[in-house]
């Protein structure tokens, strides 16, 4: 499987980003996309997670209400739309996805990753 994200960029405090992640290879064997994030220093970060077969959610406590990851099947494709941007939310945001098993917040736990796509919030 390989992944691809895009969308990154730089925001002023408050605004929003729409981040996307394409799927290709052997799709069919992903149950979960994920994405996380890491700032310069510090350690990577889960932001959220999707079901791919049921569309379940799940964010961490920092994204909830300010992010919706969301699926467009037809098109292998992941979106993590955020709002109400911070500057703590400046960092890597990278794609993730897993086959199932394993805790969905853990990293270790997706066996493929994107490059990753810069967010700066200022």
């Known amino acids: 499987v390989q992944l691809v994200e895009s969308g990154g960029g730089s925001v002023q405090t408050g605004g929003s980003l729409r981040l996307s992640c394409a799927a290709s290879?052997?799709?069919?064997?992903?149950?979960?996309v994920a994405w996380f994030r890491q700032a310069p220093g510090k350690e990577r970060e889960w932001v959220a997670t999707?079901?791919?077969?049921?569309?379940?959610?799940w964010y961490a406590d920092s994204m909830k209400g300010r992010a919706t990851i969301s699926q467009d099947s037809a098109k292998n494709t992941v979106y993590l739309q955020m709002n109400s941007l911070k500057p703590e939310d400046t960092g890597m945001y990278y794609c993730?996805?897993?086959?199932?098993?394993?805790?969905?917040?853990?990293?270790?736990?997706?066996?493929?990753w994107g490059q990753g796509t810069q967010v700066t919030v200022s």
């Open positions: 993730a996805a897993k086959r199932a098993g394993g805790a969905l917040s853990v990293g270790g736990t997706y066996g493929s």
């Open positions: 290879g052997y799709t069919d064997s992903i149950d979960y």
């Open positions: 999707i079901s791919k077969r049921s569309v379940i959610t």
